[in-house]
C-alpha cells in the first residue's frame, strides 16, 4: 500500500491544521479492509501513536490529543484525514499515515506540523 500524506505546515497555537493520507495505488475494495492511523514523531522522541481508525469506523485516540483532534475517513476517496483543533507546540512533529492489514503495516512517507508559540 502506497500512502501520500499532506496538509502539513506552519500554524500559531491555538489554530487548526487538517492533514489528509491519500492511498492512492491501492483499489477502493482494499482500502476498506485497511486499519489506519496516525502517528508522530517529535525532535528527539520516538515515534508515537495519534489516533487509529478501523475499517468499521471506530476511533481510538492517544490522551495527548482526545478531545482536540478528530480521525476520520472517506473510503470511497481513499484517503483518511486527521483533523487537529487547539495545536500547541507539543503538537510539533513529523505525523506518519499507516495502514495495517492483519500482520503487514505500510507507511506514508511524513508531512511537518510547526506550532509557534
Known amino acids: 500500500v502506497q500512502l501520500q500524506a499532506s496538509g502539513g505546515g506552519l500554524v500559531q497555537a491555538g489554530n487548526s491544521l487538517r492533514l489528509s493520507c491519500v492511498a492512492s495505488r491501492t483499489i477502493f475494495s482494499v482500502f476498506t479492509t485497511l486499519d489506519m492511523g496516525w502517528y508522530r514523531q517529535a525532535p528527539g522522541k520516538q515515534r508515537e501513536l495519534v489516533a487509529t481508525?478501523?475499517?468499521?469506523?471506530?476511533?481510538n485516540y492517544a490522551d495527548s490529543v482526545r478531545g482536540r483532534f478528530t480521525i476520520s475517513r472517506h473510503n470511497s476517496r481513499k484517503t483518511v484525514y486527521l483533523q487537529m483543533n487547539s495545536l500547541s507546540p507539543d503538537d510539533t512533529a513529523v505525523y506518519y499515515c499507516?495502514?495495517?492489514?492483519?500482520?503487514?503495516?505500510?507507511w506514508g512517507q511524513g508531512t511537518l506540523v510547526t506550532v509557534s508559540s
Open positions: 499507516n495502514a495495517k492489514q492483519g500482520p503487514t503495516a505500510s
Open positions: 481508525i478501523s475499517t468499521s469506523g471506530t476511533a
